[in-house]
């Protein structure tokens, strides 16, 4: 049981829309990851997902709105909300979200990563 | 579904010891909290807790050693752990566990809320 220092985390990779996961309680994760561009639109059916940013400013577009977040602001998104996360410049984020989650959701594509590897 | 601005809600209250609910997801709450001083001994039988730091330095005090959590760092304790928070000067915290934790864990004090207000 130690104390895990997020910036010394970021700097163990650089992988874009990939997340790493740092920890693991009650059937959560808690999830790092980078991102820069444009995500992929998708729902996930069974989860809610929870972003933090912790550098830069995402934008969350959804089907009736865009939602913008900056550095110290969350967003939960409930389970069934289709979404596409966008970073114009490159973000970090903490997410939480329970263990079983694919992060692309119900969609299957060439950025879906199976299992997270923990760092 | 908005974003929750972190230091705008940490205005909003003044009480130490006293989590305040910012979300909820998965059968799980998102609490923030300002620590002062000592807190209780205690043990959470059957929930893992996060704590990760926001402002400040806290410590953890464990039976066996002492575990120092800066700001920007983060501790995951495991259900069934005694542990008790030590905060020197005034210590901002985003603690994430099961909606049902009480925050004194098997100890009834008058530390003890028995329901987080929102915030």
Redesign the interface.
Known sequence: ???????EKFKLFNELWTPKKI????G?Q?LLAKLKGEFIWHTHEN????FFILKGTLEIE?RDKI????E???????KG?EHKPIAKEEVHVLL???LAIKHTGNVISNLTVETFESI
């Open positions: 049981m130690n104390a895990i220092n997020i910036s920890g693991e309680l009650n959560q808690l989860e809610d997902e929870l959804f939602v913008e977040l900056r110290g602001e969350l967003l939960i998104i409930p909300v939480f979200e329970p």
